[in-house]
């Protein structure tokens, strides 16, 4: 697996943000991809090191309208606890 093909989009929300205070941010990454792979990713897209990864999968939810009845894909969510002095830019602006 690639390593630019791991790591999916950031994740915003008030629960990342709070985590943020505790230099923890939040990404949602694919569905096979391992903590290993997680900090590989890490580390080679934003140039700073993890301390700890946690990893956790959202299960599916089902949706039902009117016509038929359907569910939610499951995802996938990393936090990713850096050291005191690094940062990830990409949510600086945020």
């Known amino acids: 697996m690639n390593l630019y093909d791991v790591i ?5 929300s008030e629960k990342a943000e709070g985590l943020r205070a505790q ?11 391992n903590k290993t792979l ?3 990713a890490i ?17 599916s939810d089902s949706k039902a309208n009117r ?14 606890y850096l050291g005191k002095n690094d940062k990830i830019a990409l949510f600086e602006g945020v």
């Not at 080679?44 to 999968?57: Q, R, S």
């Open 67 to 80: 016509y038929n009845i359907g569910h939610t894909p499951r995802r996938k969510k990393a936090y990713v």
């Open 23 to 33: 230099n923890c941010y939040v990404f949602e990454v694919d569905i096979n991809a």
């Open 38 to 40: 997680v900090k590989q």
């Open 43 to 59: 580390r080679k897209i934003f140039g700073v090191t993890p301390l700890k990864v946690n990893t956790l999968v959202s299960r």
């Open 8 to 12: 999916k989009k950031p994740l915003v």
